[in-house]
């Protein structure tokens, strides 16, 4: 039953789209005009909901909400840092499992990370093909009677290929054969991929999409990530997207001709534990989605959305089966749709003028006010049922209740405890190696903390003032001399990470324990997107560490014997 569609995507690098299982097999196909779903041709609407971003018990209701909300599919990536945490431990269990790759992958000997690479392919192959059979073998894919209707591989790739020149080619050709090769029956996607090969259909992510146009004409139109908002970053203002603009895009896909459109987020949710994602990335992953953080409505947005979905679904039958044309008709843009065989019709008006209102006088069909930046759906092409910019639902109001947080606050009790860290202080770490080590690739991801300690011998009196002086790759670093802090500093929250550390300290006659904590912000303490990121560094990796006296004199620490500790 149409009415009750309600699919997953899935992205590997792999998203899944899916469907309210019911059993029966779902014959998934296309054509340009449409997506043909057990022989109905369809528009679709999806929405990105992932699971690690929220908790089981929220699924249920969100997935309601979705519905209710006029979606017809969800989309979820596979994270395969969550389900292959320790290489070839494949966890299944969708309920335990952030965008990324496990951090064992970034130290096989050998790999290059999303390219044409052997040791890479191999384990993305391995990873990919597990989770595929685990979907086949619940019976998940359409054909077989289960939710799954597409499938995505690879993300953006397309953005950072050009640095991986011939061999960032042949890895797309790789991965589309790769996907061809696991015949799950549902259509593949590769997003920003204007080489996608057939029968990949590559497509378009981005805040609008409607002058995108697939490789292939014969393929559909489609947008795989609407951006609603964005993410937050430390420091940084909550992003907002008007819901009279996020309506007015969508409107516009569909206008020219789009079929598929999924929301990024529909749901964010929050990246629980230290999975935010990259560098001062704040954990709440809201997005200013159609449902908040915590699965409200996020009103006006969720309504607005709500209406629009209903009001394209109520011409599909004429958008998914007819030919259209588009004119500028006085100061907007008129396409009529029109089915060859019945004269039915419907019409989409755009005004992309961003301050100047259009009145527009269709003659026989009426006459229509069309605001500044907005979309007009007219049914019949002569009664309006939408328009983007003219808000009917209400806003959400918040409203403070007396008793607040305020006075619950005035009546907590505290308490404090110290952390144990005499031993670290003391210099007594698990291992040591005479060299400053990455700190991602010791830590293995266990842990956002990484202790360097070694010890100086100060035999000349003029060295009991010098000033220390870290180099570090980022991001935070707290410097303590004989167990004591002698002070912090943070990279700046924009691009480049490392900097330096300098301090005026005092040192003994004698043995002093200078020791050094450098903590990582963020899931991967590396970037998060660009070509070859995951050859960033976090850390005092190679440092130097130097004791700065008198003159510019200096000592270097670098190649002292180091004592680590991974802070779990
Ligand atoms: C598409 O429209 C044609 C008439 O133009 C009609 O014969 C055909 O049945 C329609 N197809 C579908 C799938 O509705
Ligand atoms: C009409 O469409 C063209 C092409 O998308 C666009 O550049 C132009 O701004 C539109 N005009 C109006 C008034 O919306
Ligand atoms: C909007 O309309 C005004 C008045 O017609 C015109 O001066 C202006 O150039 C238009 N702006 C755009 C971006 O088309
Ligand atoms: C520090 O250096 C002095 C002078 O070389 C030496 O006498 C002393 O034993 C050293 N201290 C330690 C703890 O190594
Ligand atoms: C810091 O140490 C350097 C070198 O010992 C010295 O020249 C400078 O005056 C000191 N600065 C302060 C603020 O103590
Ligand atoms: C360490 O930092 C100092 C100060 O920013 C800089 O002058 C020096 O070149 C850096 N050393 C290395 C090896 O990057
Ligand atoms: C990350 O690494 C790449 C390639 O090594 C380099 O071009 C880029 O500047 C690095 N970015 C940062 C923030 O260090
Ligand atoms: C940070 O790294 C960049 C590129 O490697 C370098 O040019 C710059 O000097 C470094 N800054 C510091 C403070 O070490
Ligand atoms: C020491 O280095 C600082 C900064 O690099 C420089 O400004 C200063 O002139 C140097 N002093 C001497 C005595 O070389």
């Given at each position: 039953m149409a009415g009750s569609l309600m699919e997953v995507l899935l992205v590997f690098g792999l998203a899944l789209l899916c469907?309210?299982?019911?059993?029966?097999?779902?014959?998934?196909?296309?054509?340009?005009?449409?997506?043909?779903?057990?022989?109905?041709?369809?528009?679709?609407?999806?929405?990105?909901?992932?699971y690690p971003r929220s908790t089981p018990g929220m699924w249920p209701d969100l997935i309601r909400k979705a519905k209710e909300g006029g979606l017809d599919m969800i989309?979820?990536?596979?994270?395969?840092?969550?389900?292959?945490?320790?290489?070839?431990?494949?966890?299944?269990?969708?309920?335990r499992y952030a965008r990324g790759f496990p951090v064992w992958l970034h130290n096989l000997p050998g790999i290059k990370l999303r390219t044409d690479n052997e040791v890479y392919k191999n384990e993305m192959q391995k990873f990919i093909t597990k989770i595929v059979n685990m979907c086949k073998e619940a019976k998940l894919f359409g054909p077989q009677g289960g939710p799954i209707i597409l499938a995505q591989i690879e993300n953006e790739y397309g953005n950072v290929m050009g640095p991986y020149g011939e061999a960032g080619k042949s890895y797309i050709?790789?991965?589309?054969?790769?996907?061809?090769?696991?015949?799950?029956?549902?259509?593949?996607?590769?997003?920003?991929?204007?080489?996608?090969?057939?029968?990949?259909?590559?497509?378009c992510n981005g805040f609008y999409c409607n002058t995108f146009k697939p490789n292939n004409p014969k393929n559909p139109k489609m947008l795989t990530e609407n951006w609603v908002g964005w993410f937050v970053r430390w420091g940084g203002r909550k992003p907002h997207r008007p819901a009279e603009d996020l309506a007015l895009s969508v409107a516009l896909f569909f206008q020219s001709g789009g079929i598929f459109?999924?929301?990024?987020?529909?749901?964010?949710?929050?990246?629980?534990?230290?999975?935010?994602?990259?560098?001062?990335?704040?954990?709440?992953?809201?997005?200013?989605?159609?449902?908040?953080?915590?699965?409200?409505?996020?009103?006006?947005?969720?309504?607005?959305?709500?209406?629009?979905?209903?009001?394209?679904?109520?011409?599909?039958?004429?958008?998914?089966?007819?030919?259209s044309t588009t004119k500028e008709f006085?100061?907007?843009n008129l396409t009529t749709y029109t089915n060859a065989a019945t004269g039915e019709r419907v019409c989409f008006l755009s005004n992309l003028n961003t301050t100047q209102d259009a009145h527009i006088d269709l003659q026989k069909d009426g006459k229509y006010f069309v605001p500044a930046w907005s979309v007009s759906i007219l049914e019949g092409c002569n009664?309006?049922?939408?328009?983007?910019?003219?808000?009917?639902?209400?806003?959400?109001?918040?409203?403070?209740?007396?008793?607040?947080?305020?006075?619950?606050?005035?009546?907590?009790?505290?308490?404090?405890?110290?952390?144990?860290?005499?031993?670290?202080?003391?210099?007594?770490?698990?291992?040591?190696?005479?060299?400053?080590?990455?700190?991602?690739?010791t830590?293995?991801?266990?842990?956002?903390?990484?202790?360097?300690?070694?010890?100086?011998?100060i035999t000349d009196k003029a060295w009991t003032n010098a000033i220390l002086r870290v180099n570090t790759t980022g991001h935070v670093l707290h410097a303590f001399v004989n167990g004591k802090l002698v002070g912090y500093k943070w990279a700046d929250v924009g691009g480049i990470f490392n900097f330096t550390f300098e301090k005026n300290v005092?040192?003994?006659?004698?043995?002093?324990?200078?020791?050094?904590?450098?903590?990582?912000?963020?899931?991967?303490?590396?970037?998060?997107?660009?070509?070859?990121?995951?050859?960033?560094?976090?850390?005092?990796?190679?440092?130097?560490?130097?004791?700065?006296?008198?003159?510019?004199?200096?000592?270097?620490?670098?190649?002292?014997?180091?004592?680590?500790?991974?802070?779990?």
């Open positions: 469907s309210g299982a019911s059993g029966v097999p779902t014959q998934v196909s296309y054509d340009s005009n449409a997506f043909i779903i057990n022989g109905e041709r369809r528009v679709l609407f999806s929405g990105a909901i992932h989309e979820t990536y596979i994270f395969w840092d969550r389900h292959e945490p320790k290489r070839g431990e494949v966890n299944t269990d969708l309920a050709k790789w991965c589309a054969e790769l996907a061809v090769s696991l015949n799950v029956g549902v259509p593949w996607v590769m997003c920003k991929q204007a080489d996608a090969p057939e029968p990949m259909i590559n497509t459109m999924n929301y990024y987020m529909y749901h964010g949710g929050t990246n629980f534990g230290r999975t935010a994602g990259g560098p001062y990335i704040a954990t709440s992953y809201e997005y200013d989605a159609p449902l908040d953080e915590y699965g409200n409505l996020n009103q006006p947005k969720w309504g607005h959305l709500k209406q629009l979905h209903a009001a394209i679904k109520s011409v599909e039958k004429i958008l998914t089966n007819s030919t006085g100061n907007a009664k309006e049922i939408y328009n983007s910019a003219k808000i009917s639902t209400q806003e959400t109001v918040m409203v403070k209740k007396p008793d607040g947080a305020e006075n619950r606050l005035a009546k907590l009790s505290w308490q404090w405890t110290a952390e144990p860290l005499e031993d670290r202080l003391d210099g007594r770490g698990d291992f040591t190696k005479p060299k400053l080590l990455e700190q991602t690739a830590t293995l991801d266990a842990s956002d903390y990484l202790w360097y300690m070694t010890s100086v011998n005092t040192l003994n006659p004698g043995i002093n324990r200078i020791t050094l904590l450098s903590a990582a912000v963020g899931l991967k303490a590396c970037i998060n997107y660009g070509a070859f990121y995951d050859t960033n560094t976090t850390g005092i990796v190679g440092g130097p560490v130097e004791l700065v006296g008198k003159e510019n004199a200096t000592i270097d620490l670098s190649s002292n014997l180091w004592s680590y500790k991974v802070n779990v």
